[in-house]
């Protein structure tokens, strides 16, 4: 059951591949029958497990781990999506620390430069050549 819907989607992956256009009727009917399948399968296994073998304290147990194992997947992934907005904020911190010093850099660099032309400007006046300096 699995597998022929691992086949469906793997040529549906190459269709785009290859730019054939999927229906999306068809691809609607496939998602929905395989899940009434994956219901129908568990549904059997359900009987099977506590009616005709007798046990189902088996299942709760069967479904308590799924429970538990889909707890850890969605744990991982909060943690995962997590860490990656968390390295997102580091890089884009790291720019932003960058790009500040580099802005406070050339206000220094503006600063010092202007600084320096009005002690020479203001050494010129003193001895009596800014007249031909603006000339």
């Known amino acids: 059951m699995e597998a022929s819907h691992e086949k469906v989607e793997y040529q549906r992956e190459e269709n785009q591949k290859r730019g054939i256009k999927d229906d999306l009727a ?6 929905v029958m395989y899940l009434r399948q994956t219901k129908q399968f568990y549904a ?19 479904v308590e781990e799924y429970q538990k194992l889909l707890d850890q997947k969605s744990e991982q992934a909060a943690r995962e999506l997590h860490e990656k907005r968390v390295r997102a904020w580091r890089r884009q911190r790291l720019k932003n620390q960058v790009l500040d010093r580099v802005l406070e850099t050339l206000v220094v660099v503006f600063v010092t430069g202007y600084l320096i032309c009005l002690m020479w400007m203001i050494s010129l006046h003193h001895r009596g050549r800014l007249d031909t300096f603006w000339s």
């Open 26 to 31: 068809t691809q609607a009917i496939d998602n």
């Open 44 to 62: 059997d296994l359900e009987k099977m497990v506590r009616w005709e073998m007798g046990q189902p304290d088996l299942w709760r147990e069967i």
